[in-house]
């Protein structure tokens, strides 16, 4: 991608979880959590947010029920999230780093939780920028010690909140 982020106040993508029917795994709420990489690469330079998967029951569900829908996609599971909160975080870990903290570089990823949303991690690695995202990744992360079984659906990423600030022009 070629895409310049800093228009946009806001990120969101819905996500849904569930265990398999026959779940031999035993998996739980959290044991699973969704991830995206906004970045000039996948490994160096990145930002990521991730967000602990709440799981939905088995059932039968209808896509014109509004309550079956926050059940397939729950609330806790969207990403929806300011912006403004990777690149505070990258601040942060700028300032540390200057105060001469000795675990705070460039190389190593800093990691915080969302101050809008504890439940929710944010990490900045490298020197990431929004004004330039060349790789986006979503991804699933086990959190579990053990082999963990599921399905993930993400659907709808969207950049929300266009900036309309009056801005200036030069010849």
């Not at 990403?79 to 601040?91: A, G, I, P, Q, S």
């Not at 990823?109 to 790789?135: A, C, H, Q």
Request: glycine share 6%; no cysteine; charged share 30%.
């Amino acid at each position: 991608t070629n895409y310049d982020l800093r228009q946009y106040k806001r990120l969101q993508l819905f996500t849904h979880a569930e265990a398999p029917k026959l779940d031999i795994y035993n998996l739980g709420n959290g044991d699973l959590s969704v991830f995206i990489r906004l970045g000039s690469d996948y490994r160096n330079n990145y930002y990521e947010y991730e967000v602990p998967l709440k799981l939905t029951p088995h059932g039968e569900y209808s896509k014109n029920n509004s309550s079956d829908q926050e059940v397939v996609w729950p609330a806790e599971n969207m990403l929806n999230f300011r912006l403004e909160v990777l690149t505070d975080l990258k601040l942060e870990r700028n300032r540390q780093k200057r105060a001469g903290e000795n675990d705070v570089s460039f190389q190593t990823v800093f990691s915080s939780r969302d101050p809008d949303n504890e439940r929710n991690t944010i990490r900045v690695k490298g020197n990431p920028t929004l004004s330039e995202v060349k790789t986006i990744m979503i991804g699933v992360r086990n959190n579990s010690k053990d082999i963990k079984s599921g399905e993930v659906w993400v659907n709808e990423l969207r950049l929300t909140d266009f900036k309309e600030d009056g801005g200036w022009a030069a010849n």
